[in-house]
C-alpha cells in the first residue's frame, strides 16, 4: 500500500529557531500534499494544501511567512516552521495524495518549541 | 465550506459490546466518507471510507452506513475489544483525492475489559 515517510517524529527546539519537517511519499507521486496542525485532543486542523510545483494555499490564519511550505518534487514536501515560539507547539501532520491513490497519513511530528 | 459534525466526543462500553458513532455533513459535493483510527502520538490510520454511490460497506467487525439524503454517516464496530481503543475521526471530501479532507471533531473510544 502506500506509503507517506514523515520525519523528525518529534523535535524540541529553542524559541525564535525555525525548524523543518520532511513528508515523503516512498512508493507513490503525491501530486498533493496537505499539512495539518493538531492540539491535544482536539481534531486535525488543516493549515495549507500544495500542489507538486505550485505555491501552497493556505487556510484563513495560517500566516505564510511563519509556516513555509515547500512542494518542489512528487516525492517531498517540507513544512519549516520560522521563529517558532512556544504556541507553535503541537503535533504537525502531512497527508498526500496521488493518482489513483487516497489519502496517506504521515505519522506525524511532535514539536515542542522551549 | 463543509462542516462535519460528530457524536458523541466520548464513548465507553464494554469488551464484546457494540459501539456506534454518527457524523453529519453540510456540502452536498461531499462524495467520500473515510473513518480513521487515531492512537496516542500517531497519525491517523484509515480503517474504512465510503463513497457516495453505497449505502453500506463492512469489513469484518466495522461497518460504515450512509445516509446521503440525510447527510449522515455512522461507524458501528461490533465485538469490541480493548485494542479498538483509540481517537476516531470521521471526514468528508468531494473526491477520494485531491481535495482536503474535512474532519469531525473526534470520538473518544474506551473499551473496557
Known amino acids: 500500500g502506500a506509503v507517506v515517510s514523515q520525519h523528525p517524529s518529534w523535535v524540541i527546539c529553542k524559541s525564535g529557531t525555525s525548524v523543518k519537517i520532511e513528508c515523503r511519499s516512498l512508493d507513490f507521486q503525491a501530486t498533493t500534499m496537505f499539512w495539518y496542525r493538531q492540539f491535544p485532543k482536539q481534531s486535525l486542523m488543516l493549515m495549507a494544501t500544495?500542489?507538486?510545483?505550485?505555491?501552497?494555499?493556505?487556510e484563513q490564519g495560517v500566516e505564510k511567512d511563519k509556516f513555509l511550505i515547500n512542494h518542489a518534487s512528487l516525492t517531498l514536501s517540507t513544512l519549516t516552521v520560522t521563529s517558532a515560539h512556544p504556541e507553535d507547539s503541537s503535533f504537525y501532520i502531512c497527508s498526500a495524495t496521488g493518482t489513483g491513490i487516497g489519502y496517506t497519513f504521515g505519522s506525524g511530528t511532535r514539536l515542542t518549541v522551549v | 465550506g463543509e462542516n462535519v459534525e460528530q457524536h458523541p466526543s466520548t464513548l465507553s462500553v464494554q469488551e464484546g459490546d457494540s459501539a456506534v458513532i454518527k457524523c453529519t455533513y453540510s456540502?452536498?459535493?461531499?462524495?467520500?466518507f473515510p473513518w480513521y483510527k487515531q492512537e496516542l502520538g500517531k497519525g491517523p490510520q484509515l480503517i474504512i471510507d465510503?463513497?457516495?454511490?453505497?449505502g453500506e460497506k463492512k469489513d469484518q467487525r466495522i461497518a460504515v452506513t450512509l445516509n446521503k439524503t440525510a447527510k449522515h454517516f455512522s461507524l458501528h464496530i461490533t465485538e469490541t475489544q480493548p485494542e479498538d481503543s483509540a481517537v476516531y475521526f470521521c471526514?468528508?471530501?468531494?473526491?477520494?483525492?485531491?481535495?482536503?479532507?474535512?474532519f469531525g471533531k473526534g470520538t473518544s473510544l474506551l473499551v473496557t475489559p
Open positions: 465510503i463513497r457516495s454511490n453505497v
Open positions: 456540502d452536498s459535493a461531499s462524495n467520500y
Open positions: 500544495s500542489n507538486e510545483g505550485s505555491k501552497a494555499t493556505y
Open positions: 471526514a468528508a471530501s468531494p473526491s477520494n483525492s485531491g481535495y482536503a479532507l474535512n
